[in-house]
C-alpha cells in the first residue's frame, strides 16, 4: 500500500508538471482576451461619452 502510495503522488506530481506548459498557455491567453475586452468596453464606453456630448451641444447650439 504505501508502495502504491508513492507512485500514485509521484505520478500526480509528474502529470502536474506535464499540464503546466498548457495551464500557463491558457492563463496567458485568459489574461489577453480579458484585457481586450476591457478595452473594447473602455473604447465602447469613451464612444458613448463623446456621442452623447454631441448630441448634447448640437442641441444647445440649436438653441441660439
Given amino acids: 500500500k504505501a508502495k502504491s ?3 500514485n503522488v509521484v505520478d ?4 502536474w508538471f506535464k499540464e503546466l506548459p498548457s495551464n500557463i498557455y491558457n492563463i496567458g491567453k485568459d489574461i ?3 484585457l481586450w475586452d476591457g ?6 464606453w469613451v464612444w ?9 451641444l ?6 441660439y
Fill in 39 to 44: 478595452i473594447n468596453s473602455m473604447i465602447s
Fill in 12 to 15: 500526480s506530481i509528474i502529470g
Fill in 5 to 7: 502510495a508513492v507512485v
Fill in 32 to 34: 489577453i482576451t480579458g
Fill in 58 to 63: 448640437w442641441m444647445v447650439l440649436r438653441m
Fill in 48 to 56: 458613448d461619452k463623446i456621442t452623447g456630448f454631441s448630441a448634447e
